[in-house]
Every structure is written in C-alpha cells, then in structure tokens.
C-alpha cells in the first residue's frame, strides 16, 4: 500500500520541471505534440476545461522542460525538435493593476501592450542566457544580436547593449521601471514612462535578429506560450489577437484559455476579427481526448497515467506492459459480476426485502389493476387475468430478465396489444433466451440495449443506491470524460475513503464497493457544487443542469424509456430564447455538458438539431448512465423551461405532463374515468 495518497491533485503549474516530464503522458507517439504543432509557424489556440491538461502539454513544450529533454546534447536536441518555447502565464494581479487610479482606460491599454511584450521578451532572453550557461559557444553570436537589438528601439539614447547579459538586463530594468510607475501610480496619480518600443517590434525582431546571427538557430522557430488567458480582460486579449494577427518572422504563438476564455477575437488596426482556419487554428484539448475514447487512445492514456503516479509510491513495480498495468489497475477495485444476466448481484437485491411479490411485480399488478377501464379492450377482464399475467412474466433466478419482460409488455400495452397474447410471446422469448434458442431475438436486443438501464431501474426498486454500477476502474475512465483531473479526483477519494473504512488501497486486497460508492459519490457532488464552474451566474447555470438531470433521470426510469442509456439530449436552439440559448453555453463553457458535433437529423424536417451530452462527471448524483446510447429529444417548450429563468412550477408541470407519457398505466391517454382526471395530459413527443 502506498504511504501517501499518489493521486493528491497538484495542479500542473505548480509541478517542478523534472515533474512535468515524470508525469508526462501521450495517447499514442507525440500524439499531443501533434496536436500543438510546435513546427508550425500558424498560431493554436489551445482551449479545454479545468483539468484538460492544456498547462502541462504547454509547459512541456517549454525551454526548461526542453533542456532536461535533452540534457546530454541540448543543441542537437533542439535542431531535432525545430522550435525553442517561451512560456509565460497570464497573471491575474495585472488585470487590476493597470485600470484606475486616475487614469483614462486608452493610457492603461498602451502601457499594459508595452509592459506584456517586455515580459515576453524578458522571457526569450532568460531563456537565451541559459542557452549561453550550457553553451558557451554560442557566446559571441548572441552577443552581436545584442549589439545590434538598437534598431528594435524608437529611442536613439541610451540604448545600448554590448553582450545578451547586458541586453537581459537592460529589458529588466525597463520592466522594473515600468512595474514602479504602475505600482505607484494610485498615491502619484501619474503615468511618468516613456514607451521605448512600436508594438511588436521587440517581440518579432528579436527572433529575426537570432536567425541572422546564430547559424545554429537559422531553422529554429521561436514558440511564445501564453498560459490562462482567460484572466485577462477583453481589451488586454485584443493585444495578444493582434500580435497573433501581424505575427512576422521565425515565431509564432500558442495561447492557452479555457473553454470560456477567450472573450474577443477583436484585434487593434482591423475590423475584422481573427478567424479560427485564417488567422488560428483552435484546439479543443478535452473533445481530442473524447474523440480518442471510442478508440481505446483514451483508456490508455488514462492507464498510463495512474500508473506512474502508483510507481512513484511503490504501489506498482512495472509501467512498461501495458497489458499487465491494465490487469493491475482493474483488480485494484471490487466490480460487481454481470455473468447470467447479473443473476447474483440481483438476486442479493430483491431477497434483500423478505417480501414473497417482487416489488416490480407489485407495481406492475397496481399499475394493471388501476388502469381496469381500458384493459378489458386489451384482453384482461378480471384479477385472474392480471395473475396470469404476472405469472407468465416471471422468470425467478433471473430478476434482470423479469425487468426485461416487463419492459417488453410494457412496449406492447404502449401499442394496444392483446397483453395475453403478448405475456404468452415474451414468456416464450425469455426462456429461449435462457436455453440460447430460436425465438430470443426481442429479448437480446432489449437486454443488449437496456440491461444497464433496468439494473438501475431494479436498484431504485428495492430503494438501493446504484453507486454501485460505477465501480471498478475502466468506470472511473469513463467518468472522467477526457479530462485527467476528473480521474485524479475520483483515484484521490479513492484513497482517502478507503484508509477511512480501515482498507489497505491499491495492494492486494481490492478496494470494496462500499468504499467505493461513497468515494464515486463524493466526486460527483464536489464537480457539480465546486470544481467546473468559474463563479459567475452560478445559481442559474447550476438550476439549468439539475433541472435536465432531473428530466433525463425520470426518462430513464419510465416505464417505457424512449433511449437507451439516456445521457444525450438533441434541440433546435433557433427555437430558444436568448436567456435559454445563453445558459446553454455557459453550461457547455463549464463543462456541464459537451457538445456532440453530428448533431441530430430531425425526422419532421431537413435541419440537424444541435446535440449535447451531460457531463458523466454528474451521473452518479442523478442515477445516470457514464455512457451514452440514445439522446433524448427536448421540444422547444421543455429545452426553454430547462435552461431559461422559468418558475420551478412550470416547470414541474411540463416535465410531468411529458414524462407521463412513458409512463403506465396511462402512457399520457387520455381516460374516461373520472377519478383519473389529472392523467390527461399530452404524450410525450420523441422522434
């Protein structure tokens, strides 16, 4: 067992150099790299959620992590690798310190445009002066570069560098200058600075310079990494989307933001805003990770990163198989068995009651004894007929199987079949299925696609949390939804329940699942109320997301499910408002849902519907599958009730008045019996 939680979540900003390339992962050979294109000179925005791992790709492409890379011959590394990364973050304390003190907002703009290309380029010359301490040789070209660099000033005085540590420490004194004036401009109420440099000038001719002089560099390419850019303002992101737009010379940039972090792609000089395909190139970090999922990419990844953390603490000896990592991983973690048609983990389920009637039969029985004025055209006539009913639809070792024949009378009383004629069918189906004869063909596509579904269903009967069926680790990848962050906090729980309950994590014995119920549910619940979302119109976007849970769940405990493994959902956003179509981004922004680029083809019209995906990160909280199958389609009176500002009382009743539809003994008919007047409601309209 390891002496320490091994997944203890460090952000990668705060990794030491020698971290970042011992907790580095790649989905396949320079998978991610590709993905950064650190050879190219077009400028990548590199987007994702909290935890995507965009701050770790980005520093690993940096000059430190380059230099460890290749410690034994850092020049021949670098010609091999063609790019030197500048890496800097965007720091929240200077989006308030340049803005106020008496000051007009243009001064503010100008200065701050100045100080940030100083700080960059700062960053290039430490870099280069680390370059000098490896290799001296390269000592006299860099020196002319600084002797020269007096053409990228405007002043004509004063500027003068004789060797690149004079150069280094000439922009330092001119940033500190600059950081003085700022600092102390609330008492002064004065901007005393003289702005030494046309934009961009420094920032793009330094690197010209160094293809000039150093012939080692002459097919180097000079990579600015700009980290966290969605602490920055919009008028402050316009600086870095101009100097994306006039980019000149051996450099380029990657700029990295979450989702919701780039608020403009406005630029100084142009009316016209950068284009993603003209200008950039957008990488959405966590989609590329979703998308390698269906290929096994991901669960790869996801493996290999577990198991370097679990080496470092000894709780694993090899990492370089990945068959037996993959072995060692899952037996870490107790799984429920699905052999027979779950047989005994159901069967552990409903003797958990001591009741002789299955619960499920019972509710099927008042659900039949209740709708008796319409199930006399159906072929039932009195108790007997409900018992005989019962009776044909009972298959007692297997209680899975009981569901799936309910749910396959329930499709038939929905159809207005003769139910005795259709119990007879389904008894007969559900024994082929057992003895894997002719005949079972309904009964394995039911339980091929709803076996999941009506497990839940059965858990939710006997009043049972089905936690459960989140367990073990290839659960936990599925969960994580692309981001490793999501992963790293559920492994943390992991540990820590685990210890609480007096079990030894990752050694032999495996983590039960008991423990791990709490540990899965704990996870969920800290993504939904702290983890995602960045603090702005939280209660709205947080109602939102509860609200098409909650819609989603009751569609999957219905008594006839229109989709399997409900998790995705399909709407014409041209039909929300523009409250709803607003809280649908954030939601998307703060990935409380994902987006599912196909869309859906609507079977009414020629349009494709937009289709999104809840995050699986929210499962557990809402009995709700991690994998998705179908998508529930919302009409536009529930999608704008679910995402818009509408009172939880109409909302209510529009969810119940569809739901009911899928739901017995009424299906949303209409009946002519007086004492279920509340049962008229409209049916629930699914392509």
Known sequence: MPEYNPFVLNRASDFSDSQIIDYWVDYSEDGLLSLLEPKSLGSIYLLGGKGSGKTHLMRYCSFPVQKLRNSENLLHGLSQEGYIGVFTRANTFDTGRFQGKGQNNNKW??????????????????TLIELVQCTPELTSALDKVAQNSTVLFDSESGIQFNSIESFYEGLISIRKNIDMAVNNSAFTRTLDLEILI?????????????????????????????????????????????LVRHRRGPCSFRIGARLYGIRTYKNYGSDEENKDGSEFKAVYLDRVMRAHDSTNGYNKFAQQLCAKRLFEAGALEDVSNDDLVEQRLERFFET????????????????????????????????????????????????????????????????????????????????????????????????????????????????????????????????????????????????????????????HNMYKWALFNGEQPFSDQPITIETQREAILESSFFYYE???????????????????????????????????????????????????????????????????????????????????QLNPMLSPKWDLPIGRRGDVRLSDKIANAIFSDAESSD?????????????????????????????????????
């Open 109 to 126: 703009a100008v200065l701050f445009n100045y100080y940030f290309e100083v700080r960059l380029c700062e960053q290039l010359l430490n």
């Open 198 to 242: 046309t934009p961009g000038n420094l920032l793009f001719g330094l690197p010209e310079l160094i293809h000039d002089h150093v012939k080692e560099f002459s097919e180097i390419l000079f990579i600015y990494l700009i980290d966290e850019v969605e602490n920055y303002s919009d008028e402050k992101q316009k600086f870095i989307n101009s």
């Open 651 to 687: 909302y209510n009743r529009l969810r119940d008045s569809y739901v009911n539809g899928l739901n017995a003994p009424f299906f949303g008919r209409k009946t002519k019996d007086p004492s279920h007047v509340e049962n008229k409601t409209i049916p629930l309209s699914f392509d």
């Open 336 to 491: 429920p068995s699905s052999d027979r048609f779950y047989q005994k983990i159901t069967l552990e389920i409903v003797k958990s009651s001591g009741n002789d009637e299955r619960r499920y039969f019972k509710k099927l029985r008042d659900q039949l004894k209740t709708a008796h004025t319409i199930l006399v055209d159906l072929g039932i006539d009195s108790d007997e007929g409900i018992d005989e009913i019962i009776n044909l639809l009972t298959c007692p070792e297997y209680p899975l199987l009981e569901k799936v024949n309910i749910l396959i009378f329930y499709k038939e009383w929905k159809s207005n079949s003769n139910l005795r004629e259709a119990a007879q069918k389904i008894h007969e189906g559900c024994y082929a299925l057992l003895d894997k004869k002719a005949g079972s063909e309904k009964h394995r596509q039911i339980y091929g696609h709803f076996s999941r579904d009506l497990l839940a269903q059965l858990y939710r009967d006997y009043k049972q949390k089905t936690t459960s069926m989140y367990a073990g680790f290839n659960s936990f990848v599925r969960m994580s939804a692309g981001v490793p962050r999501n992963l790293l906090i559920i492994l």
């Open 530 to 612: 702290e983890d995602a979302r960045p603090g702005v119109d939280v209660p709205n976007v947080k109602e939102a997301v509860s609200r098409l849970a909650e819609y989603l769940r009751e569609v999957r405990f219905a008594s006839k499910p229109v989709e399997a493994s409900p998790l995705a959902f399909s709407l014409d956003e041209a039909l929300l408002t523009e409250d709803a179509k607003n809280r649908l981004k954030q939601a998307e922004n703060w990935s409380y849902i994902f987006t599912i680029n196909r869309g859906r083809p609507n079977a009414n019209s020629q349009r494709v519907d937009n289709k999104y």
